[in-house]
């Protein structure tokens, strides 16, 4: 890897692309645990969907696009405003209670919403017509509500979205102690990690921030349920440890993700 020329960067700036490191690093340490149970909840979902309704094994459907499955109006999702939806746009994207003759889609909904530890999937990022096809689209019902519509796998999602899903489907609660009802649990302050790194005025951090960013992304990694045994977790963190330690040390693609990362 190339060494970014200390000329160039400040301290504080200096500090600013460790920390985008950082949280970059800590979200590739946590993107296999979080596919792996999203993908499990979703082929869960599909068996117990056909076996409840008596349906053969890997009965599928790919029509029933999320404004099918939304009710009208639904708060935060789709607003009527002057008698017209904005979000269900014409009648093919319609809420249809009946839905299709199998309800798979409906029952979908439902086992989602069950989940949510605040029964407010974000609809509006997912593309429901994929839900048994890519894992993923599943995933973005437990991110924030906008811009994540194009996300189509964890690599393209950002370290708030890969947090917001930990945070929102409760299953996760099962593998982690940290208690995920706290509103000050560590998760969320990781989460604001990330915004306040990203959405800073200037691409400067002050040491003592930079110490206290570090040590709390340590302690998610090292959270004792699961990820303190988990290979990738693991890895991310003495990526952390020898990144706060050293030189910074960045090759030049690296460089440009972080400074992708940063305006998105």
């Given at each position: 890897?190339?060494?970014?020329?200390?000329?160039?960067?400040?301290?504080?700036?200096?500090?600013?692309?460790?920390?985008?490191?950082?949280?970059?690093?800590?979200?590739?340490?946590?993107?296999?645990?979080?596919?792996?149970?999203?993908?499990?909840?979703?082929l869960k979902c599909l068996?117990?969907?056909?076996?409840?309704?008596?349906?053969?094994?890997?009965?599928?459907?790919?029509?029933?696009?999320?404004?099918?499955?939304?009710?009208?109006?639904?708060?935060?999702?789709?607003?009527?405003?002057?008698?017209?939806?904005?979000?269900?746009?014409?009648?093919?994207?319609?809420?249809?209670?009946?839905?299709?003759?199998?309800?798979?889609?409906?029952?979908?909904?439902?086992?989602i919403q069950n989940v949510?530890?605040?029964?407010?999937?974000?609809?509006?990022?997912?593309?429901?017509?994929?839900?048994?096809?890519?894992?993923?689209?599943?995933?973005?019902?437990?991110?924030?509500?906008?811009?994540?519509?194009?996300?189509?796998?964890?690599?393209?999602?950002?370290?708030?979205?890969?947090?917001?899903?930990?945070?929102?489907?409760?299953?996760?609660?099962?593998?982690?102690?940290?208690?995920?009802?706290?509103?000050?649990?560590?998760?969320?302050?990781?989460?604001?990690?990330?915004?306040?790194?990203?959405?800073?005025?200037?691409?400067?951090?002050?040491?003592?921030?930079?110490?206290?960013?570090?040590?709390?992304?340590?302690?998610?990694?090292?959270?004792?349920?699961?990820?303190?045994?988990?290979?990738?977790?693991?890895?991310?963190?003495?990526?952390?440890?020898?990144?706060?330690?050293?030189?910074?040390?960045?090759?030049?693609?690296c460089m440009e993700k972080?400074?992708?990362?940063?305006?998105?």
């Amino acid at each position: 890897m190339a060494s970014v020329n200390p000329i160039l960067l400040e301290k504080e700036t200096s500090n600013w692309v460790k920390a985008q490191l950082a949280v970059l690093y800590t979200k590739e340490g946590l993107e296999p645990f979080v596919c792996y149970e999203i993908q499990q909840f979703q082929l869960k979902c599909l068996d117990d969907i056909c076996y409840n309704n008596g349906l053969l094994s890997g009965t599928l459907c790919s029509s029933c696009c999320a404004e099918n499955l939304v009710k009208c109006p639904t708060n935060k999702i789709c607003n009527v405003g002057r008698g017209k939806c904005r979000y269900h746009r014409n009648a093919a994207t319609r809420f249809n209670p009946a839905g299709r003759p199998n309800k798979i889609c409906h029952n979908f909904t439902t086992e989602i919403q069950n989940v949510h530890r605040y029964s407010d999937p974000s609809y509006k990022n997912t593309d429901a017509t994929l839900w048994y096809g890519n894992f993923w689209e599943v995933a973005k019902c437990f991110m924030p509500p906008d811009g994540y519509a194009d996300k189509a796998s964890s690599a393209e999602t950002d370290f708030n979205g890969i947090i917001s899903i930990i945070l929102n489907h409760k299953a996760f609660q099962g593998k982690i102690k940290e208690d995920l009802n706290n509103k000050i649990n560590m998760f969320e302050r990781a989460r604001d990690i990330g915004n306040d790194v990203r959405h800073s005025s200037k691409p400067e951090v002050e040491d003592l921030d930079l110490k206290k960013y570090f040590h709390l992304l340590r302690q998610l990694l090292s959270d004792p349920k699961y990820l303190a045994q988990d290979t990738h977790a693991q890895d991310a963190k003495i990526k952390l440890t020898e990144l706060e330690n050293g030189p910074l040390v960045i090759s030049e693609q690296c460089m440009e993700k972080v400074l992708r990362d940063s305006k998105q």
